[in-house]
């Protein structure tokens, strides 16, 4: 988006701000209770990549906002209950914390979509310390671990989630023999990573690597070059693909030099939603995205819907839009949520972050859903995906892992 500066949206569904006034219905247990949410967004500059057959949507993550404002809004108005939206939109390379401090656009409950520095510079200023920010697109480790803050909770999922669901469903397949092709750069690295740690993990070897250079144009070369990777590796099961951007996996496919299954950035994907996900009502919910967006949900989509939820949830539950009752109320073990995964999501007290079931899919089906059967938990069958208590070097939420949940 073509800006100098920070651009409040507007218009149609990209509406800066978007108000639904709860229905007083009269019940004696309703509470006037006006809730306001702050969606701020960093937008991402175009990824240069060798396809374009993908391209990002515009609305990505709020129009999930905006579906999940819809949903508090029906029970809201049999409560009294007020929810609004204020989406605040900066432009490639904005320094966020700065300019919300300019524009007055960070409130008290706040979903941000943004990198990893400035998620942690917007959760520290001094005016938001006592604010409830949630994180709805930064999947980075260190941000449930040594860099973690007590005012920020997490919807997006950690990477390490996803790419253990994705080892869970190897393992339970036999598919124990991985060949990684790893890009370049840092985000592929750190995807590469965590596939080892999940590899470790769960008892799968990755036999063979190669990197990926980006030199040449696989939409002419891919028959003659992938190939070539590829013969070398040691006897595989399948092809574990490092490609954070979606630049080049998809010309992996079909392409190696012995027939086997490509995965993680393409074929067999570990993600937390999907198109293809049908039981448990999410159909419904991907109609209902569907009529408001007219595209399909996506991750990110479904972790900002997840965001306004959980303040949908508490709000109803406590009667309070204050973010510390909130907070308390979503780390406690009274609190989870019905998210159409087939098991309810609650929050990790010892980091923030939502634990919740990965789908791990194929283009047109649900191959499994993480944490699958025979993979248990002391805890909780979800904590065997991503950081658990005992790994996790995140200390802001100590004295909520006391109080157990």
Not at 33 to 45: G, N
Not at 342 to 355: A, C, D, E, K, Y
Request: hydrophobic share 45%; aromatic share 6%.
């Amino acid at each position: 988006m073509a800006s100098t500066g920070p651009v409040p949206m507007r218009g149609g569904i990209l509406g800066s701000v978007l108000t639904v006034a709860g229905l007083l219905v009269g019940a004696a247990q309703a509470q006037d209770v006006k809730v306001q949410v702050t969606y701020l967004r960093v937008e991402e500059p175009p990824a240069v990549v060798l396809s374009n057959l993908d391209p990002i949507p515009e609305d990505r993550g709020i129009a999930g906002a905006q579906l999940g404002l819809a949903d508090n809004a029906t029970t809201g108005q049999f409560m009294g209950h007020a929810y609004a939206l204020d989406v605040v939109s900066f432009p490639p390379g904005s320094d966020a914390a700065a300019e919300a401090v300019r524009l007055g656009a960070a409130g008290q409950l706040v979903l941000t979509d943004m990198g990893l520095g400035d998620q942690l510079s917007v959760a520290d200023l001094p005016g938001l310390a006592q604010a409830l920010i949630f994180n709805v697109s930064a999947e980075d480790a260190v941000l449930r671990n040594r860099q973690c803050r007590a005012n920020l909770l997490h919807t997006a999922s950690e990477l390490r989630m996803r790419t253990d669901a994705l080892m869970q469903v190897l393992l339970a397949k036999r598919w124990t023999k991985a060949a990684l092709i790893e890009g370049e750069g840092p985000e592929n690295a750190a995807l590469a990573e965590a596939y080892r740690a999940s590899a470790t993990k769960f008892g799968i070897k990755i036999v063979s690597t190669a990197a990926w250079s980006e030199a040449g144009d696989l939409r002419r070369n891919a028959s003659q070059e992938v190939p070539l990777l590829t013969q070398k590796f040691k006897d595989h099961h399948v092809v574990l693909v490092a490609d954070a951007a979606d630049d080049f996996a998809r010309y992996i496919e079909h392409n190696t030099w012995v027939p086997r299954p490509v995965i993680g950035s393409t074929g067999l994907r570990a993600l937390t939603w999907d198109r293809v996900l049908e039981q448990w009502g999410a159909a419904q919910l991907q109609s209902r995205f569907q009529a408001l967006a007219g595209r399909d949900m996506g991750p990110r989509d479904f972790a900002a819907w997840a965001a306004m939820r959980v303040i949908g949830e508490a709000v109803t539950r406590t009667g309070s839009a204050d973010p510390q009752v909130i907070r308390d109320y979503v780390l406690s073990p009274d609190f989870e949520l019905a998210a159409f995964l087939g098991r309810p999501v609650s929050f990790r007290t010892w980091n923030g972050q939502l634990r919740q079931p990965i789908p791990v899919v194929n283009a047109r089906a649900v191959v499994g859903v993480a944490p699958l059967d025979g993979f248990e938990h002391a805890r909780n069958p979800l904590d065997s995906l991503g950081t658990d208590a005992p790994e996790t070097t995140c200390t802001e939420f100590e004295t909520a892992m006391k109080e157990g949940n």
